[in-house]
């Protein structure tokens, strides 16, 4: 994020995040949808092989100081270890209460009872690690971009605070959501992700007579699905809940 925040370098942001989940769907619908990985008896231990991946991940990840940007949010925040390394201090562009808030519940929820079954083939290769490891990755991608509303809020805040202020003042969500949407904004999105995600997993054959049967490693609709009932709609929530907390 540059050092100075306007909605160009936040949209900027947001495109690049775009990417990374595309590329990171990709990766997971190399393995069937496997189940047993899911399970939280399958361990013994009451966590499933996902969820014990996750929290061990974070863990690590925390003591090498990641989590400490407002959009890398963890998913198990609680206990996780202090960096051990020197952090460098910067100066947060945000509103210093953005810390708290977080939709990764949400996330996790959506991710493996709704869109995973959306682009994993039914079945079970038993590759259980390389496929939470990427369920890992998805997870990290999806909850970045939606936490980048954050950036978001506090752009369009800046850039037309007497917009706002007035409906955080009253705590009016409904107000404030009718501010942040823009449709013809977010048709535009669904289509360029819809789009990356065909161009990115096309199988490229040297067959020149092949173009009119182009198989793909993941359904472009699933993407734009993803941004359509999850991705966007999360991050107007994160948005709101960022602005209720501007003024405080």
Same mark, same amino acid.
């Given at each position: 994020?540059?050092?100075?925040?306007?909605?160009?370098?936040?949209?900027?942001?947001?495109?690049?995040?775009? &990417?990374?989940?595309?590329?990171?769907?990709?990766?997971?619908?190399?393995?069937?949808?496997?189940?047993?990985?899911? &399970?939280?008896?399958?361990?013994?231990?009451?966590?499933?092989?996902?969820?014990?991946?996750?929290?061990? /991940?974070? *863990?690590?990840?925390?003591?090498?100081?990641?989590?400490?940007?407002?959009?890398? #949010?963890?998913?198990?925040?609680?206990?996780?270890?202090?960096?051990?390394?020197?952090?460098?201090?910067?100066?947060?562009?945000?509103?210093?209460? /953005?810390?708290?808030?977080?939709?990764?519940?949400?996330?996790?929820?959506?991710?493996?009872?709704?869109?995973?079954?959306?682009?994993?083939?039914?079945?079970?290769?038993?590759?259980?690690? /390389?496929?939470?490891? *990427? @369920?890992?990755?998805?997870?990290?991608?999806? *909850?970045?971009?939606?936490?980048?509303?954050?950036?978001?809020?506090?752009?369009?805040?800046?850039?037309?605070?007497?917009?706002? /202020?007035?409906?955080?003042?009253?705590?009016?969500?409904?107000?404030?959501?009718?501010?942040?949407?823009?449709?013809?904004?977010?048709?535009?999105?669904?289509?360029? #992700?819809?789009?990356?995600?065909?161009?990115?997993?096309?199988?490229?054959?040297?067959?020149?007579? @092949? *173009?009119?049967?182009?198989?793909?490693?993941?359904?472009?609709?699933?993407?734009?699905?993803?941004?359509?009932?999850?991705?966007?709609?999360?991050?107007?929530?994160?948005?709101?809940?960022?602005?209720?907390?501007?003024?405080?």
């Amino acid at each position: 994020m540059a050092n100075k925040l306007t909605l160009d370098s936040v949209r900027d942001a947001l495109i690049r995040e775009e &990417d990374s989940i595309v590329f990171s769907l990709i990766e997971r619908a190399r393995f069937p949808y496997n189940a047993p990985a899911y &399970d939280s008896s399958f361990l013994g231990n009451g966590l499933s092989i996902a969820e014990f991946y996750v929290r061990e /991940s974070e *863990s690590l990840q925390a003591k090498v100081g990641r989590y400490q940007k407002p959009e890398d #949010v963890p998913f198990f925040p609680k206990d996780l270890p202090r960096p051990f390394p020197p952090t460098k201090d910067s100066q947060s562009l945000l509103y210093p209460a /953005s810390a708290s808030v977080s939709v990764n519940e949400a996330i996790w929820k959506f991710y493996f009872t709704e869109l995973l079954p959306l682009f994993t083939e039914k079945g079970d290769d038993g590759n259980y690690a /390389s496929s939470v490891a *990427s @369920d890992f990755v998805c997870l990290q991608a999806i *909850s970045r971009r939606i936490h980048y509303g954050k950036y978001v809020a506090e752009a369009k805040f800046t850039d037309a605070p007497q917009d706002y /202020s007035t409906a955080i003042s009253s705590e009016d969500r409904d107000r404030l959501m009718n501010l942040l949407t823009f449709v013809a904004v977010e048709e535009a999105v669904k289509k360029r #992700v819809e789009k990356k995600a065909r161009l990115f997993s096309q199988n490229v054959t040297l067959d020149e007579n @092949d *173009s009119d049967q182009t198989k793909y490693k993941i359904n472009p609709s699933v993407v734009s699905h993803l941004y359509d009932k999850w991705v966007m709609p999360l991050t107007k929530v994160v948005e709101v809940e960022y602005l209720l907390l501007r003024l405080s």
